[in-house]
Structures are given as structure tokens and as C-alpha cells.
């Protein structure tokens, strides 16, 4: 494998030198050996906004066919590009948090009923009687075609839209996504980033310990598993806590410089205005009656917010050591996904009936086309990303085993 050779080591050779023992010229910021070109390494900001593009489009249809290819979307691209780290192993449990969110939802349709009047019933379960102050409530009762089927729409929706962060959370790294953050959402990016984390660094802490205690022959099952499993895990993420932390306090972590008070007041009546700007002008994209104001007070509301974050970042006291750079692939992945989402808006806005099929009467939904192909745009970071490296196994060592004449008389 070729060795990496990095233009901002301790000590790099000139730019315009040549690479010593090599003869070749050096080219600043040009590190590419084979290992580097088989990594995935696309900014990962590009992955959230493809994957919250595609938790957009989930978001503006109930059709059972469109999410399910949203989820095949999210998971074909997932399969492609999961790199081996202990966080790019938690989707499988995102899918599992989204099934037990589809069955929760349709098990809430069944106990408590549904608001969807159904002609074609299923079943009647028994009806617990409730005060009048509960009217409104009920459990128990007739059990309807049509509320079952809306139930699964809604809870579909829902599964989706957690697949899709789980495929995002998989994907990209967050310590890089931390890294890109602006200065002034610094502190707030570090705890949403600890949180991220938390899940995956569980996960992998209990899959290591229930493979221990299979190697060693005792059950991970049951109740008692679960206490003998739980407890350490509990302990691990304890001590990962505190020394986080003490690696934060290290790190001068919440450490500020001093800056004018006019300063600080422009800071937060930029940002602030911009926040509430930015959400009168998304309210008045989607009404009616806010069409001719909304897009200006939303560029408004953008810029201002931009210049708040902008002076922010002055108040805090670090660098970037290597940032990450937004090239051509960052681009087309992050454009694929808002290209899926404002299709699916637009589609939706042309043709609701497709994206949303009704429940009463009762309808098979029918797979829209041009919808549909809209989706399969997501595809595009499984081919025009680089493959994530394999872990290669280690070389066997070498046992040299003496001769004769060197072995001692």
C-alpha cells in the first residue's frame, strides 16, 4: 500500500520542491493513496441534507408504494456506502425503532379506535365504559378496515421519516459534521453530535457484550440476560461520559473571547430576527395569501441569520485543522435529495390524490410514475460516491525457524 504523505505534517517538504527519496513533485492538498481513494470521504453535511431531502419527500405522501421505495432508497444507498465505524452501525436499529412505530400506531388504532368512519368491520372488541368528562375516548369497540389501513399510512409516513436520519446517522461521520459547524453553533453542535452518538456507541456495546457472553456459552436472552448485559453497558457509557468530559475541560471547551457589547446586542437581534424571519417567510410560501411576501422575507430572514451566526463565531476561541471541503460530489449528493423533495412537493401540489390515497371509500393505492422516478433520483450517491475502505486483515507474521548451525550447541 502506498505510504500517506500529508502537506500539513510537521515538517513539508516546499510546494514547489520534490518529494524526498521519490524524485516526484509535491502538490499541496493533492494526499491520495489507495486506501484514502476506497474511504468515503464526502463531506457529511452533503449526507444530512440528502437524507433530510428524502425525510421531506416521506413527509408530503401517505402512499404505502412511494415510502416503501423511499426506505429501499435509503437502504440500497446505506448497503453501498456504510463505512465499518461503531456509529455507521446503528441502522439497523433505526429500521427496528420504525417497525416498532408501526406497530405501536396500529396498535393505538385498534385499543383506542380510530377517527375514520369504516363501513367494513373486522372485528368488535369489548368496550370499557368511561365517564362523561372522557367523551371522545374510547377503548375497545368496532374495529374498522378503513381506520386499520389509515393507521398504516400514518405510521409508514413516520417509520420512514426515522429510517431516513437513521440512513443520514449511518453515513455521515459526526465528528466531522462537528468540525463544520460555524463557531457560534459550536457548543450547541457538540451536545446534538454527544446525543447522535449515544445510540450507536449503546448499540455496539451491547452487541460486543452478548457476542462475550455467547463465546463463553451463557444466554443473552430473557430477563436475566438483559440485567447481566445492561448493567455493563450502563457502566460503559458512564465512563465514556466522564471522559468526554475531561477530554472538553482539556480542550478548553465553553472557553469565549471577549468581544464589544455592541457586539454581542447585534449578535443576538441579527440572529434572532433572522430565526423569525425565516419562519414568516416559510409560512407565507406555503399559504395562499403569502405568495407575493413570502420569498423576499425568507432571503431576508436567511441573510440576517447568516450575519448573526457570522458575528457569533467570533466569541469563540478555535480552528479547523483540516476542513473538510465541499467538492462536485458533495454538490450532486445534496442535490439529489432536495431534487427529490421539491419534486415530491410539486407533485403533491399538482396531484394530491396520488401521493395521498384515500381510506373511505376504501382504494388500493396505484403507483404513481412520475413520483416515483423522482425517488429513484436518492440512487445517485451509490454510484457517484467513493466506495467506503474495507478492513483489511493483518499479515500473518513471519516465523523464521533456525538452521542447524544457528541453533546453540
Known sequence: MATVREDDSEDPPPATGTDPGKGRPWRRNRVRT???SRSNALHPGAWWVWALGLGTAASRTTNPLLLALLIGVAGYVVAARRSEAPWARSYGAFLKLGMAVLGIRLAFAI?????IPGSHLVVTLPELPLPHWAQGIRIGGRVTAEGLVFALYDGLKLATLLICVGAANALANPARLLKSLPGALYEAGVAVVVALTFAPNLIADAQRLRAARRLRGRSDRGLRGLLHVGLPVLEGALERSVALAAAMD??????TAEVAPAVRRTTAALTLGGLLGV???TYGLLTAEGG????PVLLAGLGAALGGLWLGGRRSLRTRYRPDA???RAWLVAGSGVAVAALLVVSASRDPSALRPGVVPLVAPALPL?????????????????????ASAPAPAKVSVPTPREQPS
Do not use: H
Not at 385499543?111 to 377517527?115: I, K
Not at 429513484?376 to 450517491?381: D, K, M, S
Open 250 to 255: 482539556a480542550r478548553g471547551y465553553g472557553r
Open 279 to 281: 419562519c414568516a417567510g
Open 370 to 390: 412520475w413520483p416515483a422516478a423522482a425517488i429513484l433520483l436518492g440512487l445517485l450517491p451509490a454510484f457517484i460516491t467513493p466506495a467506503p475502505a474495507q
Open 34 to 36: 489507495a486506501e484514502a
Open 326 to 328: 465541499w467538492g462536485v
Open 111 to 115: 385499543v383506542l379506535g380510530s377517527p
Open 292 to 295: 407575493t411576501y413570502g420569498l
